[in-house]
């Protein structure tokens, strides 16, 4: 099908909220891409090479307009020290928290993304992606996690949480943040110095199904704001991912200045485009494994054109997946999320 604007200068004019062709679309599927390779997790995630070439793969197999660079949520925290470990068929994982106890928060060292394998493996993979072919799409390059996330691997999300619900300790709690924002913004500087077009910021557990939107007020949003401003500018743009249910919380996330919002498919539509219109573009929300993985292809369809119904007209919205794929997700179910796109999201 010819079209007048490139996979990149689609994505660009979105989120500049310039005029554009039509709806991009994106996919999150590093998951599908270790499945698809057939190699063992720990050598595609750890292999710059390998998780480069995949996605190129991918992209020539599929033709999303943006495509994302990451091996899972554990390369940050890997960096700061955290240990990590391999899980078949699915991402990695921190096995146990960095800090025994709250008050250990001054051991803490600056990360070094160049010495953890993960980091080192995500940018070179990103470097191999905007090499061949960072000219027609857009390459995002994944710094995740985000300030709340990072502290939660360091801490440990059990203690981290519980300390949060006590209120006793904010002192070593705004201290742990100012550390994981540091790291994230240590990070992320990296893809942009690159020449990513954009990054993102992982906060899944800032989440109105984890913590109050109070809580969000006193320990997300703050930070959010902070590397969203440290970071982005023209040429340069943040993602800012919040797993689950976000409709409390959209406006707060519209507040952090990220000029692009990951959102899943539990938020309403409805409030999220409302919250958004004219000020920064909604990524998602195509729920990952009920429709794209488990569904049939009408169910994916079903569920596009829903979702371009509510969240395309005036622009601002990249059609696609709100959370990371299922590495069983069909190819059949892809290649209709990508036509839906093209057919029905046309201005
Ligand atoms: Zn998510």
Redesign the pocket.
């Known amino acids: 099908m010819y079209e007048e604007m490139t996979s990149l200068e689609r994505c660009l004019a979105t989120i500049r909220l310039e005029p554009h062709d039509r709806v991009p679309v994106d996919l999150h599927n590093f998951m599908m891409t270790v499945v698809d390779s057939k190699l063992p997790p720990e050598k595609l995630y750890q292999n710059g090479q390998l998780l480069g070439e995949a996605q190129v793969a991918a992209w020539k197999r599929f033709g999303q307009d943006m495509l994302i660079v990451e091996n899972g949520t554990a390369a940050l925290a890997e960096a700061c020290g955290c240990e990590v470990s391999y899980v078949h068929a699915s991402a990695p994982v921190i096995e146990k928290p960095l800090l025994t106890s709250l008050s250990e928060v001054s051991s803490l060292r600056k990360p070094d993304p160049w010495k953890s394998p993960l980091c080192r493996a995500v940018l070179a993979a990103t470097r191999l992606v905007l090499d061949q072919i960072g000219d027609q799409v857009y390459v995002m390059g994944r710094a995740d996690q985000g300030p709340f996330d990072l502290a939660c691997m360091i801490a440990g999300p059990e203690t981290f949480l519980m300390e949060l619900a006590i209120g006793e300790s904010d002192e070593q709690i705004f201290e742990l943040l100012e550390y994981t924002s540091d790291a994230y913004i240590l990070y992320a500087k990296m893809f942009q110095e690159m020449g990513c077009p954009g990054t993102s910021i ?1 906060e ?1 557990l800032c989440s109105p199904d984890v913590i109050s939107p109070a809580m969000y007020d006193k320990y997300c949003l703050p930070y959010g704001k902070k590397v969203v401003s440290a970071l982005q500018n023209d040429d340069f743009f943040l993602a800012y ?4 249910n976000t409709t409390k919380i959209i406006g707060r996330m519209v507040e952090t200045g990220a000029k692009v919002l ?1 959102f ?1 498919y539990k938020c309403d539509k409805t409030i999220a485009k409302k919250a958004s219109a004219g000020r920064t573009t909604l990524l998602g929300p195509i729920d990952p494994s009920g429709v794209l993985q488990q569904g049939s292809v009408e169910d994916v369809e079903k569920a596009c054109r829903e979702a371009i119904e509510v969240l395309a007209p005036g622009g601002g919205f990249i059609l696609g997946p ?3 794929l299922p590495g069983t997700t069909p190819a059949k179910n892809i290649d209709r999320l990508v036509e839906c796109a093209r057919v029905y999201g046309k201005y």
């Open positions: 992982g899944a991912h919040v797993c689950g990951e899943d709100g959370c990371a």
